[in-house]
């Protein structure tokens, strides 16, 4: 969902491991131009990966050679940062525990100074890993603030502008969950510019909404144009965020998307009791929501009420009650 107008979190200071690191270096790997470790990474040989990782880095290792491998902490999981040289370059693969890619970008690359510019945010402060058990996740569910029900429409304006939300009847597998499709179709003086597709999914213990990425078609003049902020939860280093909690709490702080250069979109929740007016009627005890990512230096806000679901989005609102 874009942010009208997102995490590599802060690697801890210290890993206590029992790993034995040899002094040789391993098949492919150029022990000898290899960086003396940093504060918090530990190097490992190839053989010393899970057999995930190693799969993935061999694959990298395709035309290249391998310099070294940092084993560090990612929030609460271990990432595996590998650095290869092909055709002169240096690459840093970024590989998480299940083999899939975090990210890899050229040393000197625009690229490069946009993850580490992201990387020394202090994203220790949200929310990026949710204990849940993904088999029990629901295509359905009645979150007070976000009920997903299939039928659900929402329509909210500005001025000639319309934004119109719909859980759809339809369902969708994403990384191995069956979710539910709402759909924002968003028009700018009745030309239609955007329609994209959200997936989520509801934990019915506890009332949380999950967010497992969307499809987005963008237009122009009648035409797809572009599916810029597309993503999808276990597709190139992407994985599912908090949509909605069951119980949201002033000061809470996550992510909603965990697409990494693609959509980081974060949440830090102002308020639990605000009292908004909109077309459609004055709502009380509404949630509100400070969106923000670190790949944009834009900031949106939007406000949910209970039993209703999003009634103001920036400048959009709810015109009328579903």
């Not at 029990?136 to 909210?156: D, I, M, Q, Y």
């Amino acid at each position: 969902m874009n942010c009208r107008t997102i995490k590599p979190a802060a690697f801890l200071s210290s890993i206590v491991l029992t790993i034995a690191i040899a002094t040789s270096g391993c098949a492919r790997m150029n022990s000898h131009n290899s960086e003396a470790a940093e504060a918090g990474e530990m190097k490992v040989r190839l053989d010393q990966t899970p057999p995930a990782v190693r799969q993935t880095i061999e694959r990298e290792l395709a035309g290249a050679t391998l310099e070294d491998i940092a084993l560090k902490k990612q929030g609460s999981r271990n990432v595996y940062e590998t650095d290869l040289i092909r055709d002169g370059q240096k690459w840093e693969v970024l590989v998480g525990e299940d083999g899939n890619i975090i990210h890899k970008v050229r040393e000197g690359s625009q690229e490069e100074k946009q993850v580490e510019k992201a990387t020394q945010a202090d994203s220790t402060k949200w929310r990026d890993q949710f204990n849940v058990n993904k088999g029990a996740l629901s295509a359905s569910g009645n979150n007070s603030h976000c009920p997903v029900e299939p039928g659900r429409v929402l329509k909210l304006a500005h001025g000639n502008d319309s934004l119109t939300v719909s859980i759809l009847p339809d369902t969708k597998t994403v990384d191995g969950v069956k979710v539910a499709v709402l759909e924002e179709r968003e028009e700018k003086d009745g030309q239609l510019i955007e329609i994209s597709h959200n997936y989520l999914a509801t934990d019915p213990t506890t009332g949380d909404v999950y967010y497992f990425g969307e499809d987005v078609d963008n237009y122009k003049d009648g035409k797809i144009i572009n599916h810029d902020s597309a993503w999808l939860a276990g597709q190139r280093g992407a994985r599912f965020g908090l949509f909605m909690p069951g119980k949201p709490r002033k000061g809470d702080r996550f992510y909603q998307e965990i697409a990494p250069k693609v959509a980081l979109d974060r949440i830090e929740i102002v308020s639990v009791d605000e009292t908004v007016k909109t077309p459609a009627g004055t709502f009380q005890h509404c949630v509100h929501f400070r969106e923000t990512t670190p790949l944009e230096s834009d900031v949106s806000h939007k406000y949910y009420a209970p039993g209703i679901g999003m009634i103001k989005d920036d400048e959009f609102e709810l015109t009328q009650r579903p």
